[in-house]
Nanobody, 127 residues
Framework: QVQLVESGGGSVQAGGSLRLSCAYP????????MGWFRQAPGKEREGVAA???????SYADSVKGRLTISKDYAKSTLYLQMNSLKPEDTAMYYC?????????????????????WGQGTQVTVSS
């Protein structure tokens, strides 16, 4: 079992910034893909950004250039730096992890490929 704990959500005006954090077990750092997903009311959960143990990243087109995923191995923490936020970024944001496998060129953004999930943290962007 991999326990993931998100923090850092909140309310911000359009154009502002937030940084989400996700604490994960230290032993999982090199064995897992990790990602950030979000779900807005009435919509399906979607992949936002993902990162491999070697630092390779994937981003949804809607967030490229605004959101950045990163890992701090010393702190066993996954981050999502969110800049130039828009009202359409409003959602519950989830941290997720799944065991790595061979043959995947980039860390996946499909939610069904992830096994472990955090409880979520709310991000609200007002216009």
């Amino acid at each position: 079992q991999v326990q993931l704990v998100e923090s850092g959500g909140g309310s911000v005006q359009a154009g502002g910034s937030l940084r989400l954090s996700c604490a994960y077990p230290p032993y999982s750092a090199s064995s897992y893909y990790m990602g950030w997903f979000r779900q807005a009311p009435g919509k399906e959960r979607e992949g936002v950004a993902a990162i491999d143990s070697d630092g390779t990243t994937s981003y949804a087109d809607s967030v490229k250039g605004r959101l950045t995923i990163s890992k701090d191995y010393a702190k066993s923490t996954l981050y999502l730096q969110m800049n130039s936020l828009k009202p359409e970024d409003t959602a519950m944001y989830y941290c997720a992890a799944t065991l790595r496998w061979r043959g995947q060129k980039a860390p996946p953004l499909e939610q069904y490929k992830y096994t472990y999930w955090g409880q979520g943290t709310q991000v609200t962007v007002s216009s």
